[in-house]
Structure formats: C-alpha cells, structure tokens
C-alpha cells in the first residue's frame, strides 16, 4: 500500500529565509514521488518530479526535493521564501494502476500550508 | 495550448439531488482521472478513464459514476447527493504509459451540498 505523510500541516518563514517542507512516503512499488502547489482557488500545479533518476530534483521557483531511499523522505526546499510562494503544498505519490500495470495513480499527503511574512 | 478545463465553477445542489460536472483534457492526453478534495484535506482518488472504460476506481460508493466520450473529454455523476458530498473536485488529465510524466490539473468544480 502507498502512502504519504507531511510532517507540518503549517510552516511559516519570514520572506528571504530558507523553506523545508517535509514529506516521508510508503511505497511498495518503486516509487515516483511529486510535489504540487495549490494557490487559494486555483487547481494544482506540478512544482517537481522524482522518477528514479537524480535523487536531487530541481523544479521551478528556485524550489528542489531530495529523494532519501533509507529514510523514505522526498523533503522540498527553497533557500530563500519569496511572498508569492504562501501556498498549500502536496507532496504525492505515484503507484501503478490494475490495468496493464498503466495509469497511475496518485495518492496524496494532506498538505502543508506555507505561509511566508513580509 | 488550453489545458485542461472544468465546468462548472461552482455548484450548488440540495440533498438527495444528482449532480454531473464535466471536464476535457489537455491536448494530446487520452487518461482522465478525478479526485476529490474536502476542505483542509489533500486530494482523493476517486476514478480513473481510458478508452471509454473506467480502468481503475478509489474508495468511493457507487453514488460516484462516470463517462468518458471518444474525444476523451469526461464525466463524474454524483447520485443521492450527501452534505459529505460537498468538495472540490478536480480533474487530471495525462497520457497512459509506464512512465510517469505528470499530471496536468484543472482548476476545479467546488460543489456545495446544503
């Protein structure tokens, strides 16, 4: 069975400091492991993707996740928190379906809300 | 390039009544997949289409049915409708293979159940 566990339902930083967010996964299967970013009112946008190559994963806005194997752990940093970056974030997993081993499927942690002072 | 799309925006419908919310994918994308998401939850995987079938199913009841129309575009009907009900549901779109290349997500329906 997949599952995933953010660590912090809420994480505040003041502008221009570091951003971690943390994410430890279950997986049977070798996972695919993601990041999404939800603004208030809009659908989910794709921040970075981990599919068992680099384990350091670069994705857009300055943000990055390392995947750690022996620790189940796919954390999301930023070095410095602009303003723009108060969102709610998902860390996901990815799992193959019952049909032909295709369409995967994602099982999603239940978010961290990054709130970012000015 | 138009993503994917959702209609309505929003929805208001009362116990007990039936709801259908549609959704085309993004060009290029054969699979649709719908989840819901309740309010300060993360999304849940309710179902999944491809050629016209639904392929894979989440924990859902069978209150939760879809459709998919050969140009991919899709359905998810909600019957007997439970305040429970009320979430925002979400669309995905992507392309069925063994590797995974991501997702592209609508916006959302936010349905309210009064």
């Known amino acids: 069975a997949q599952s995933v566990t953010q660590l912090d339902s809420h994480v505040s930083v003041s502008e221009g400091t570091p951003v971690l967010l943390r994410c430890n996964y279950s997986s049977s299967y070798s996972p695919s492991l993601f990041w999404y970013v939800q603004h208030p009112n809009k659908g989910l946008q794709l921040l970075l993707k981990y599919t068992s190559a680099a384990t350091l994963v670069k994705g857009i806005n300055g943000f990055e996740a390392e995947f750690k194997k022996s620790e189940t752990s796919f954390h999301l940093t930023k070095p410095s928190a602009h303003m723009s970056d108060a969102a709610e974030y998902f860390c996901v997993v990815s799992h193959p379906g019952s049909y032909n081993n295709a369409g995967n499927m994602l099982t999603f942690g239940g978010g961290t809300r990054l709130m970012v002072k000015p | 390039d138009a993503g994917v799309t959702q209609s309505p925006t929003h929805l208001i419908k009362t116990r007990g009544q039936q709801v259908t919310l549609r959704c085309s994918p993004k060009s290029g994308h054969d699979t649709v997949s719908w989840y819901q998401q309740a309010l300060g939850q993360g999304p849940q995987f309710i179902f999944q289409y491809y050629e016209e079938e639904e392929r894979q199913r989440g924990n859902f009841p069978d209150r939760f049915s879809g459709h998919q129309f050969p140009n991919y575009s899709s359905e998810l009907n909600v019957n007997a409708l439970l305040l429970g009900d009320s979430a925002l549901y979400l669309c995905?779109?992507?392309?069925?293979?063994?590797?995974?290349?991501?997702?592209?997500f609508g916006s959302g329906t936010r349905l309210t159940v009064v």
């Open positions: 995905a779109s992507s392309v069925l293979d063994r590797a995974v290349r991501g997702y592209t």
